[in-house]
């Protein structure tokens, strides 16, 4: 008996842009034979080559590429990531991962690339004071006076102000800027699961001279590294007779911050009064990490579990 092997093929999906300084019409040269297509459920790299109407390798290392995605019928922008570059002069890298075609259908969208310049302008520098119990930002020295006796934290950032220039960059050497991109679902696989917890920590203790009893959820997994069209959460928190106050965090860091909130901003505050049962919270922040705080008004106010989905 014989059986037929079945070959499988590893190849990487290359892309040719044209940048061009001067707006001489020449003639459409067929560069992009290739079919692009990206597959729901798995991380996609699409290599981009650019050159200029010579056919050389351009140095866009100093430039900032986007690739925006748009469907060709509600003519809606439904995905912007940026284009890394590589160690290759010319060679630029774009990577859709599962997390930002989920929400996708299927089909033929269209897509296009530019890149930008910014023109360095003047600097600002901004102080603010942060209260790690109440959370309260305070904006120095504007609202100095607003400050009580005690300690704070001090936030420095330095903000370079300027212009930003936006340039098309040519899928053919016929100045047209678009091409179609093929999203398929050939895996069909199933939604991530919900993320849930059920362990808090203490951060604050009124018997340690605090003002309130604060307690933090783990943190759970917010956008990541996925783009997300929407950045739309939906958590549900399970509580016994609870009265208090929870609020609903998240943080632009890379890792989870530590428990004393620095680095974490409200999203949003739930007052709940003798509540039993589940109270679910839909939100949209696009963050990298959630978490929940919450302040009971008695010893009986009792969180039981968390559960996020994104």
């Known amino acids: 008996m014989r059986y037929d092997s079945h070959r499988l093929f590893l190849y990487e999906t290359i892309i040719e842009l044209v940048i061009s300084s001067d707006g001489v019409l020449l003639e459409n040269r067929p560069m992009n034979l290739k079919k692009l297509q990206a597959h729901k459920g798995l991380t996609n790299e699409i290599f981009f080559i650019v050159r200029d109407r010579d056919r050389k390798m351009q140095n866009v290392f100093s430039q900032?590429?986007?690739a925006y995605i748009m469907?060709?019928?509600?003519?809606?922008r439904v995905l912007s990531k940026l284009i890394e570059p590589t160690s290759e002069i010319g060679r630029v890298k774009?990577?859709?991962l599962p997390a930002e075609l989920?929400?996708?259908?299927?089909?033929?969208?269209?897509?296009n690339v530019t890149r930008s310049t910014t023109n360095v302008g003047d600097t600002h520098t901004r102080v603010v004071a942060w209260d790690s119990v109440t959370h309260?930002?305070?904006?120095?020295p504007e609202e100095l006076n607003q400050l009580a006796l005690g300690s704070y934290s001090m936030d420095v950032t330095r903000t370079i102000l300027g212009t930003t220039d936006v340039y098309p960059v040519y899928s053919d050497q016929d100045n047209n800027i678009r091409f179609d991109i093929e999203i398929t679902d050939q895996l069909g696989l199933e939604p991530v699961p919900t993320q849930?917890?059920?362990r808090f920590m203490q951060t604050a203790n009124v018997t340690l001279g605090d003002n309130?009893?604060?307690?933090?959820?783990?943190p759970l997994q917010g956008n990541q590294s996925y783009n997300f069209v929407n950045a739309q959460h939906t958590i549900a928190v399970y509580t016994d007779t609870y009265t208090g106050n929870i609020e609903v965090h998240a943080t632009c860091m890379p890792n989870a911050p530590s428990d004393n909130g620095k680095e974490w901003f409200v999203v949003t505050k739930i007052p709940l009064a003798n509540v039993s049962g589940v109270t679910p919270y839909t939100f949209q922040v696009n963050a990298n990490w959630i978490?929940?705080?919450?302040?009971?008004?008695?010893?009986?106010?009792?969180?039981?579990?968390?559960?996020?989905?994104?």
Request: charged residues 20%; aromatic residues 6%; contains cysteine.
């Open 291 to 310: 978490r929940i705080a919450h302040t009971p008004d008695d010893a009986n106010s009792v969180i039981t579990q968390v559960l996020l989905r994104n």
């Open 196 to 198: 849930s917890t059920n």
């Open 102 to 111: 989920e929400g996708l259908h299927s089909g033929t969208y269209v897509m």
């Open 71 to 76: 469907d060709p019928i509600s003519k809606r």
């Open 212 to 218: 309130t009893n604060i307690y933090v959820c783990d």
């Open 136 to 140: 309260n930002q305070y904006v120095l």
């Open 94 to 96: 774009l990577t859709l």
């Open 64 to 66: 900032r590429l986007m």
